[in-house]
């Protein structure tokens, strides 16, 4: 007998949080078997059928895997197995099959899981910079599935920029970053709605920019824009990101306003 974690998401554990519940099984059909027991017949009806099978809008992952790929409810367990349950509510609140796809290894994090995916899928995300710090921030923010995301920056791509900022290539020589930054983004993530806005930070622009946005996260290399973009954030309550980095050291800090 393998000693497993089973995780269910809020969703599918009456709005109460996620939920993890240690079983003993030699194969998956067992594990949920054993779950059920311990969660109840509502939970049985929510994902399983007549026949005892997961209904067709419930995903089941092994270690991020999902079961169709492994050996279906057959699938031998390990001690120190994960699986997962998640639900995809096609045109609802949740996700597609193709998104739980996409961020299965993600929501297997301890810190995200399923509602965490929820929460940055609902997120509106603005990062002002896109150059050596933002550059990178941005792919990865887009790549983890933000629902929203504002790319600020007012410069044009140089041959210079290209060993370290990750999202130019020598095509983009002469164009404007948060142009060429959003349509290699779209790219990477058709899902993410993408704002590109070619301005300069000052006190003058600092509230428009940020208005409406859930965080800002500060990539830039000027101390007066940035003081800006600080006050902006004040003025609006909103978490602020800065991070910097000279030759191989680097800082960052989060400042949550009057915290």
Excluded: W
């Amino acid at each position: 007998m393998a000693d497993v974690q089973i995780v269910i998401p809020s969703a599918l554990n009456r709005g109460e949080g996620e939920k993890k519940v240690k079983v003993n099984a030699n194969t998956l059909n067992d594990a949920l078997n054993n779950l059920i027991n311990e969660l109840g017949n509502d939970f049985k009806r929510k994902v399983f059928d007549s026949n005892g099978k997961p209904r067709s809008l419930i995903n089941i992952y092994i270690n991020g895997k999902n079961m169709r790929f492994t050996g279906g409810l057959d699938t031998e367990l390990k001690d120190g197995d994960e699986i997962v349950i998640l639900p995809a509510v096609a045109g609802g609140s949740e996700f597609s099959r193709e998104e739980l796809e996409r961020y299965s290894r993600q929501i297997m994090l301890e810190g995200i899981g399923y509602d965490g995916q929820l929460k940055l899928r609902d997120a509106r995300v603005c990062v002002v910079g896109v150059g050596g710090l933002g550059s990178p921030i941005a792919t990865q923010l887009t790549a983890m599935g933000i629902g929203h995301l504002r790319i600020i920056d007012r410069d044009v791509v140089e041959i210079s920029n290209l060993h370290r900022q990750t999202l130019y290539t020598e095509e983009d020589i002469g164009k404007v970053k948060v142009e060429a930054a959003a349509e290699k983004l779209r790219k990477i993530n058709p899902k993410v709605e993408i704002e590109a806005i070619p301005v300069s930070i000052n006190e003058n622009t600092a509230l428009e920019v940020v208005k409406d946005c859930d965080v800002v996260i500060d990539g830039l290399d000027s101390i007066l824009a940035r003081y800006a973009l600080n006050d902006a954030c004040l003025y609006y309550k909103i978490p602020y990101v800065y991070g910097g980095a000279i030759g191989m050291l680097g800082s960052a800090c989060t400042i949550l306003p009057y915290q």
